[in-house]
């Protein structure tokens, strides 16, 4: 597959571009499937000289060797014809280990670093990497600066540089991290910055939490250029990493669901699997199912943009 990692100025290039990416995704579907492009994967090795800083033996069955063969192995016959992994681990050389890890599978097309915002090294360590087309953003403000979201001269420097590569931002908020209020903050100050919140944005079920409803809400009308990761369903029951069994009931998450959709529209859905890490409360399968059985009222359209297209679109290189 051909994926969309292009730097162009221009939008005429970049519709081309998209264009040809969607549809060597719709070729690359196996029969009877629609295509399905995963943003949210981690991979890790245990048995790699010094470990890895997270998961610990706390996460019990995903304390293990996580790697590339296992998820390509049942994934394809989802009919995910590409995927994009997320860095799990706040060494920054461990960027370059995902990076040489998948360097000759072209399935794994697209790479989401770990890179502490506003941290001295930031510019250098991004312009090494930004060498490689295959990295195309960052995940940020998980594991430091330990402050959080402060928008001090150092963050928004590095928040800038990574406008200005035309590169995006994952970013978790979910209760005390990363608030929403702390989000719009960002993002207004950062306008020309795509932003992803991943996970549903810290939903918890079974009751819609309307303050949640609202700052979710707010948020999305505030930031234009900001999506939401349609990922890891079974967090909302879930009691943090622990072997936990999550509903795979389409009525426990549909008003959720709802909130989401109407809030950030068909556009600025972007599907994901959050793959291991599910595995403690749900299977990837029954996740899928899950999301099929919700868009399916909206059409193949709808569909497609929220489990393919939105993600060829928006995990790409342009310039802001």
């Known amino acids: 597959m051909t ?17 040809a990416a969607i549809e060597a995704a719709e070729r690359n579907a196996p029969p009877g499937k629609r295509p399905i492009v995963e943003t949210h994967i981690h991979f890790w090795q245990m048995s790699r000289p010094g470990g890895v800083p997270w998961p610990t033996a706390a996460e019990g069955p995903i304390f293990r060797d996580v790697l590339p063969p296992e998820y390509s192995a049942f994934a394809k016959a989802q009919g995910v014809v590409a995927a994009g992994i997320v860095e799990a681990s706040r060494i920054v050389q461990d960027n370059q280990w995902i990076l040489d890890l998948v360097r000759n599978d072209p399935f794994y097309s697209f790479f989401v670093g770990n890179l502490e915002i506003g941290a001295p090294t930031f510019a250098a360590d991004l312009a090494r990497f930004a060498a490689d087309p295959r990295f195309v953003g960052i995940r940020g403000y998980l594991t430091g600066p330990a402050e959080g979201i402060t928008l001090s001269a150092a963050q928004l420097t590095s928040l800038r540089d990574l406008a200005a590569r035309g590169m995006t931002l994952d970013i978790i908020s979910r209760g005390s991290k990363n608030p929403k209020s ?4 960002l993002c207004t100050a950062v306008p020309n910055l795509r932003i992803i919140i991943d996970h549903l944005g810290g939903a918890t079920g079974p009751a819609v939490d309307p303050t949640w409803a609202h700052d979710i809400r707010r948020l999305a009308s505030a930031c234009p250029r900001l999506y939401m990761k349609f990922s890891s369903f079974y967090d909302m029951y879930a009691p943090g990493d622990v072997v936990f069994p999550s509903p795979t009931d389409l009525a426990s998450y549909k008003p959720h669901f709802d909130v989401l959709m109407s809030a950030f529209g068909k556009d600025r859905l972007i599907w994901g699997s959050n793959w291991p890490v599910i595995t403690l409360h749900g299977t990837f399968e029954a996740q899928i199912a899950i999301a099929e059985a919700y868009l399916a009222p909206f059409g193949t359209g709808v569909r497609d943009k929220v489990m393919f297209k939105n993600a060829l679109a928006f995990y790409h290189r342009h310039k802001a």
Not at 182 to 185: C, D, I, S, T
């Open 3 to 19: 994926w969309l990692v292009t730097a162009c100025g221009g939008y005429g290039a970049a519709d081309q571009a998209l264009q």
């Open 182 to 185: 702390q989000v719009q903050a």
